[in-house]
């Protein structure tokens, strides 16, 4: 059965197979102060225009996410989040792991808005509750929406007003940039933010999470940070070569609109079929709203997962594509689903 | 220059690389559900001959100490370990990052002893103190030093007798069961262990440590446990894959037992030049201990760390062999250190 | 200026007092072993009709839940409570501060029910999410309602059925056992709970709650717990010898009866005058919705606190009566109430 | 039988008793912001001198020590302790509970000097340890052993130097202050430290302890950590009461005064039959080496604890004396000693 499970069901882009090929009887030195991952850090610098920022090298989201906000928070703060956020529901609990609330708001659209936070921070008025201090945020987000560069500088205006800090999660920042809808370069967000990271894992490579840190204090001593949690990688250069090559020449983009491509004929082919979707998602991930009826068949022959219940007849699926999608299985998707409708 | 840093300094062993390059385009389930995470599962169960282990695979060494400690004690519990021990030192408080002491008992070779636990628990008498629950140790130790099965075996009645967990870190297990003075196998660990990792990232894997668990208690909903701490990989059969090919016909043993004959030419080498050992390691680390003035030299010509003061005139280096070490490298350093003498 | 803003406002029931001035010089065990707490304990034990309960003395409301609660969560559990309650919005993140989440349930009236944990079960389906494990409740609740017997009842069923500790907050036990509207004897709570706590400091006492701990795994090492989170009184007696006293001849249920009163009056004199309440109280605190305007002149004369805006114009305000509040204070509130309407 | 087990055996001075008895009526504010409090504060900020200090009010040293501590570290930041620390030994790992490590250095004599620390540091090289940040001393130590003033100086500049917090934990700092040896002043203490705390709960309080914080950053927000742990009494009054008559006029002194007065009878007794010391203690807290037939008697008379095993003939106990220590009982001892001996 093909599957439109995930992003990450496929290994790397062959070119980042390749490059991990070439450099393997090289020497190299640990724990992320290698050549290469020097390289793909100088890379990045470059494109975000920020040569000043701190990149650190990673091997997944959550363990991304629980580092930086445990490295920023003092033990009362918490961080806030759209109710839908990834650290809120899909953790496992690993912020408060690290001893933080997660302030969890609810938003049409999975996406937070000053006025959301503020209503939060309005609420929170003393010390008998804790302090809300750091916005997450995630472009895409869980829903597959996408944050618009003017949406963007509104929170960025204020989190400085508030003396907030700014986390952006970039899981799938590779598909957020590209579709159609966006008007945000990395150079924005690395101007908005106190730290984001650029997903990897979810777009092309075997695994690893570009984590570029602006705020001068939260570079201080983040090595040790990552130590302390376990997530400093002893052969570090395994992921800088696959930033290296990623970052080389295009390739992390052209991965992500191949998906992007990939998702707006699915979308365009199901919406034609006459169904609605659960979130306005210009990215990889789609949320159709389909009758159970279809659904069982259509997992008869493909994998993907049931997300919302809807009604007592209808679901939203999740269908989501990635730089390995081929368009035939998209095709023949639809017309299964044409087939069963 | 040529590295004894370490033995992660090159990437995989090529029948590693070959077998991702060969599954890089199926499509695997996520987060270690897929075939290949439990093919190499079934291979290390039938190995070890415990049909009913569970096995996990993570990232690193730290990673997995931390999950699987925090994963067994309570709040006030502590680990104990030889004051040399990964977690007590060389892990930046990793452990007590998850709220447990470390309890770092003195010991004159890295070794651990039920006399030595014995004088710890005597002397933590009531709740004022922490209470110690899980005996830590090493196989091969920070100090290269082996446990022998009879050194095993008091280690594990001991704890059965006083309730303790037994944790053994097998980082660089594949060294410890080669190497001429061993006499345990994979079973005997599995006998006489709570849980236990066997090392791939220092034994020619790009990534992943084997995470054994025999005890039922820890068994339980030790999945939430890795996503709860961002130690479930996404594309977690890119260590399943490495694992299959490392135990589908004793390929890990091999390169272990490569490695060890490199030290074993290195360390007769220098002993026949005249120099002592900080430690009676028969395994792939080295502590010889050296005049400043050759090591200044030597350090020209090769990569490797000082590790131990001994006093104003000498130190005790580190040199580490790989499973990618070449043999004519060995013998040029021993030549290097000849002329140098 | 008479204040209503709390029940914590007084020191001690004069005969409190009394007895630790009475007990001043003696020499007393430290660190809760004495024979005060241990005559406290039993009388807590014979009144709850089990024996084989434990019970310790600790200071205040947050250290008791924090404590109480990190004993019995493994790392990736949560705690459930309602959107409204203690622990998860007035405590500063004292519970993520042990690690775990609080998952927070929006209710109609401050009151879990089986049908609103379950849907919580529903939405947590694996290992990528928390794993609800306790149900935290308080009676009386924030907003002052109580539960029934046959709420308890249900909810201790469905905890059973689904293998969730249930956790009773008694920080106004007092007043929730002694309202009018109660059916729940300090008996059935012991049959019901896990473990739950009698609050002193919000019933007469200058501080301390008694924890009483029903579930044998539990009470194993809780001592340990208590001095890891600086939770053991060092002077322990002074709780005990209070707790010895409220339970030596009802002290505790009269002081609780006193302040149920003086909020009947109020609450009558209040409805009387035509004014609605935010929620159904029948315990000491009252949420009654006043005029803004009548809220600023009020504050010339009395201390109380604005909890919740209901519109434009209108708020509503907390009182609070405790064990020594004055019925003239009472009356003379009501009057200037009546005079500003 | 009367007891030298330690100085909190008896309740409080009588005069704090009179204190809260007068004050018992009056509606006070809650959690700390009390006149009583703000009163006890103004006079401790008087008498060290630092009108810019911020103090709290806490029930126990670990609660302190632990609030205290885990505002300062970062979570892989570490705490330098003696050994025999009270943080490292007693206190069930109540700092590694909140992530930190305590790094504990072998001392002749329960003191930390500039080269130990020094020490310290050297072996902390890099990422891979923890960073040692925290300097944590107590006056008097845990073997009755005192700072003297230039003793505290060269720890001063040596942590200014290193940028590392001064942290010193008085729960006997009474004893210690008052005692024939020392030359140090309270406003010594609060030159040179970046918080420290002067124990109520081992010199006459019934409870509470008195954190003085000079640093700065550690003042912002510190209301909040209190809550998070738990630390903030809901009738903080109970403590200011009696902060603010220890400090009325001397009275914390003098209870101190009246406590080594004892242990200097003790000790010259002990002396001259012809018994030697564990530790050169000049407080309130002596450890007289006996043999242990004499100690079986003794302990048929009195309560005291066996401290530390000297030999198989041999314990060195430990005795105490308090501000309610009766003189006739401490001849009494001397005199049943002098009969066993």
Same mark, same amino acid.
């Given at each position: 059965?093909?599957?439109?499970?995930?992003?990450?069901?496929?290994g790397a882009?062959?070119?980042l197979l390749e490059a991990l090929v070439n450099a393997n009887l090289e020497q190299n030195d640990g724990y992320g102060l290698d050549v290469h991952s020097q390289a793909a850090a100088a890379s990045i610098k470059?494109?975000?225009?920020?040569?000043?920022a701190d990149i650190h090298f990673l091997v997944g989201g959550t363990q991304t996410n629980l580092v930086a906000?445990a490295s920023?928070?003092?033990?009362?703060?918490?961080?806030?989040?759209?109710?839908?956020?990834?650290?809120?529901?899909?953790?496992?609990?690993?912020?408060?792991?690290?001893?933080?609330?997660?302030?969890?708001?609810?938003?049409?659209?999975?996406?937070?808005?000053?006025?959301?936070?503020?209503?939060?921070?309005?609420?929170?008025?003393?010390?008998?509750?804790?302090?809300?201090?750091?916005?997450?945020?995630?472009?895409?987000?869980?829903?597959?929406?996408?944050?618009?560069?003017?949406?963007?500088?509104?929170?960025?205006?204020?989190?400085?007003?508030?003396?907030?800090?700014?986390?952006?999660?970039?899981?799938?920042?590779?598909?957020?940039?590209?579709?159609?809808?966006?008007?945000?370069?990395?150079?924005?967000?690395?101007?908005?933010?106190?730290a984001?990271y650029i997903g990897g894992t979810?777009?092309?490579a075997l695994l690893g999470e570009a984590l570029v840190i602006?705020?001068?204090?939260m570079k201080a001593d983040f090595r040790f940070m990552l130590k302390n949690r376990g997530a400093m990688l002893a052969k570090g250069f395994i992921a800088g070569i696959q930033f290296e090559e990623l970052f080389r020449? &295009?390739?992390? +983009?052209?991965?992500? !609109?191949?998906? %992007?491509?990939?998702?707006? *004929? #699915?979308? $365009? @082919?199901?919406?034609?079929? &006459?169904?609605? +979707?659960?979130?306005? !998602?210009?990215? %990889?991930?789609?949320?159709? *709203? #389909?009758? $159970? @009826?279809?659904?069982?068949?259509?997992?008869?022959?493909?994998?993907? !997962?049931?997300?919302?219940?809807?009604?007592?007849?209808?679901?939203?699926?999740?269908?989501?594509?990635?730089?390995?999608?081929?368009?035939?299985?998209?095709?023949?998707?639809?017309?299964?689903?044409?087939?069963?409708?």
């Amino acid at each position: 059965m093909y599957s439109f499970n995930n992003d990450y069901s496929e290994g790397a882009h062959p070119r980042l197979l390749e490059a991990l090929v070439n450099a393997n009887l090289e020497q190299n030195d640990g724990y992320g102060l290698d050549v290469h991952s020097q390289a793909a850090a100088a890379s990045i610098k470059k494109l975000i225009r920020r040569e000043d920022a701190d990149i650190h090298f990673l091997v997944g989201g959550t363990q991304t996410n629980l580092v930086a906000i445990a490295s920023l928070l003092r033990p009362f703060q918490a961080a806030v989040a759209a109710s839908t956020g990834h650290i809120n529901v899909h953790e496992t609990g690993a912020i408060e792991g690290t001893g933080h609330k997660v302030l969890a708001l609810p938003t049409p659209d999975g996406k937070l808005t000053p006025a959301i936070i503020d209503e939060c921070l309005k609420a929170h008025t003393d010390e008998h509750m804790v302090q809300p201090k750091l916005v997450y945020i995630s472009d895409s987000t869980e829903i597959g929406t996408v944050y618009k560069k003017a949406d963007l500088e509104a929170i960025h205006h204020f989190c400085r007003q508030h003396d907030l800090y700014l986390y952006l999660d970039g899981a799938r920042l590779g598909s957020a940039l590209t579709c159609e809808e966006n008007d945000l370069e990395l150079s924005d967000i690395a101007q908005m933010t106190d730290a984001f990271y650029i997903g990897g894992t979810k777009n092309g490579a075997l695994l690893g999470e570009a984590l570029v840190i602006l705020n001068p204090a939260m570079k201080a001593d983040f090595r040790f940070m990552l130590k302390n949690r376990g997530a400093m990688l002893a052969k570090g250069f395994i992921a800088g070569i696959q930033f290296e090559e990623l970052f080389r020449d &295009g390739l992390f +983009f052209e991965m992500a !609109s191949h998906e %992007n491509e990939m998702a707006k *004929i #699915l979308r $365009n @082919g199901i919406r034609e079929l &006459g169904y609605s +979707f659960y979130s306005d !998602s210009p990215t %990889n991930q789609l949320f159709p *709203i #389909l009758p $159970n @009826g279809v659904i069982d068949k259509l997992e008869q022959e493909f994998l993907f !997962s049931r997300q919302y219940v809807i009604d007592d007849t209808h679901t939203a699926v999740r269908l989501v594509t990635s730089w390995a999608t081929k368009e035939t299985e998209v095709h023949r998707f639809l017309e299964t689903l044409k087939r069963l409708g």
